[in-house]
């Protein structure tokens, strides 16, 4: 139930194509490379889209077909191609083996702690928010307290 390629994040932080496994549906359609970048899938785009989200888009039903556009840099218009999910082969999983695994863990890694960061980033985006509200607050009462002690004085 895969289409025999293998993505990785390039240095823009793009899903792009590391390696086409032998045997599989993106190595018979003789059509994407090695350094092609994944555009779309299904229609949808797949910038800033997770990993396992672009994984559950990607995979599905033996014998069912997913369209998949790549860009290449040597051509000027992006390119479709649909795909029929077929299981890996017993010589396409000993080619990939687990070097690839290990590598696709690592991505994965990568992309859940990106992910990560960006949630903690807004989460301390919210929390600076609400501490200027705060500072601001704190502010405007001690204008007020300094007005009140100000007309306490002159009442003296």
Same mark, same amino acid.
């Given at each position: 139930?895969? $289409? !025999?390629?293998?993505? =990785?994040?390039?240095?823009? =932080?793009?899903? /792009?194509? &590391?390696? *086409?496994?032998?045997? !599989?549906?993106?190595?018979?359609?003789?059509?994407?490379? *090695? !350094?092609?970048?994944?555009?779309? %899938?299904? !229609?949808?785009?797949?910038? =800033?889209?997770?990993?396992t989200h672009l994984a559950a888009w990607m995979l599905g039903a033996e014998g069912s077909t997913v369209h998949v556009t790549f860009s290449r840099e040597a051509k000027e218009e992006p390119f479709? %191609? +649909?795909?029929?999910?077929? /299981?890996?082969? +017993?010589?396409?999983?000993?080619?990939? =083996?687990? @070097? *690839?695994?290990?590598? $696709?863990?690592?991505?994965?890694?990568?992309?859940?702690?990106?992910?990560?960061?960006?949630?903690? &980033? &807004?989460?301390? +985006?919210? @929390?600076?928010?609400?501490?200027?509200?705060?500072? $601001?607050?704190?502010?405007?009462?001690?204008?007020?307290? &300094?007005?009140?002690?100000?007309?306490?004085? $002159?009442?003296?």
């Amino acid at each position: 139930r895969t $289409q !025999g390629l293998t993505l =990785g994040l390039d240095e823009e =932080g793009q899903y /792009a194509v &590391k390696d *086409v496994l032998m045997g !599989g549906s993106a190595e018979r359609s003789k059509k994407v490379q *090695v !350094g092609d970048v994944l555009e779309r %899938v299904e !229609g949808n785009s797949v910038r =800033g889209v997770a990993y396992t989200h672009l994984a559950a888009w990607m995979l599905g039903a033996e014998g069912s077909t997913v369209h998949v556009t790549f860009s290449r840099e040597a051509k000027e218009e992006p390119f479709t %191609v +649909e795909f029929e999910r077929r /299981a890996l082969t +017993e010589a396409v999983k000993t080619r990939v =083996g687990d @070097e *690839v695994v290990r590598e $696709q863990e690592a991505m994965m890694r990568v992309v859940i702690a990106k992910e990560d960061l960006l949630m903690e &980033k &807004k989460r301390i +985006e919210i @929390e600076r928010d609400e501490l200027r509200e705060r500072v $601001q607050r704190v502010e405007k009462d001690a204008a007020a307290l &300094k007005a009140i002690r100000d007309a306490q004085q $002159q009442d003296l």
